[in-house]
């Protein structure tokens, strides 16, 4: 079992339409979790970041962390266009000084206008 | 304007060349990474510095070197010991937190 897992997709909507995407996880000491947002050929840039369990939003973006399930969420509301992009999750062991993040491989999200 | 910058975009190399691909930043921080980026992969870590004139290897180190002789600058140079280069590669920093942020991306050709 892979340590994160993340549907490839790709996901197509509507705009103006309510996105989730989810990732599972395995390793039970993971405590923070970060959504990317990718452009196609661009850097990923970070969107949402939360430690442990709960909800975070951020404008149209919720971000939610179920530790019990192993089980992540970033919701877009009202979604637009300039959401088409790839959407990666990632997430992070607590303790030391090693901040490595381990990635899923990334939802391809496309909104239709 | 604080951030990460990569150069070149855009790199060829032959076959058994060694390339260096540049990655600056100016946001202070103290950790740097190199990821690479294959379609369908996800990033993979390649190594890793949390300070000057340290590294440690990531998850696919093979074939790969990095020096940290400046805070600002974690170059990588992929050798001609790596079998299969052609890919995006990404460089991060973050300041000790487990934010990361990511440069533009050098995209390397092997012809």
């Known amino acids: 079992q892979k340590e994160v897992e993340q549907d490839p997709g790709p996901l197509s909507v509507p705009e103006g339409a309510i996105v989730s995407l989810n990732c599972t996880y395995s390793?039970?000491?993971?405590?923070?979790f970060m959504w990317y947002r990718q452009y196609s050929r661009k850097g990923p840039e970070l969107l949402m970041y939360?430690?442990?369990?709960g909800n975070k939003e951020d404008g149209r973006f919720t971000a939610q962390v179920d530790k019990s399930s192993k089980y992540i969420s970033l919701f877009i509301r009202d979604s637009q266009p300039s959401d088409s992009a790839t959407y990666l999750c990632?997430?992070?062991?607590?303790?030391?000084?090693?901040?490595?993040?381990?990635f899923g491989k990334g939802t391809l999200l496309t909104v239709n206008p | 304007d604080g951030g990460i910058t990569q150069s070149p975009k855009y790199l060829f190399r032959k076959e058994g060349q060694n390339v260096t691909l540049s990655c600056e930043q100016n946001?202070?921080?103290?950790?740097m990474y190199w990821y690479r980026q294959d379609p369908g992969q996800g990033l993979r870590l390649i190594y890793y510095?949390?300070?000057?004139?340290?590294?440690q290897k990531g998850d696919i180190a093979e074939g790969y070197s990095v020096s940290r002789e400046k805070k600002e600058s974690f170059p990588l140079t992929v050798t001609s010991a790596q079998k299969n280069p052609t890919a995006f590669y990404l460089c991060?920093?973050?300041?000790?937190?487990?934010?990361?942020?990511f440069g533009p991306g050098t995209r390397l050709t092997v012809l």
């Open positions: 991060a920093s973050s300041r000790g937190s487990h934010e990361q942020f």
């Open positions: 390793n039970s000491a993971f405590q923070y």
């Open positions: 939360t430690y442990s369990s």
């Open positions: 990632a997430m992070s062991q607590s303790g030391g000084s090693n901040y490595k993040l381990t």
């Open positions: 946001l202070n921080h103290d950790a």
């Open positions: 510095s949390q300070i000057v004139n340290d590294f």
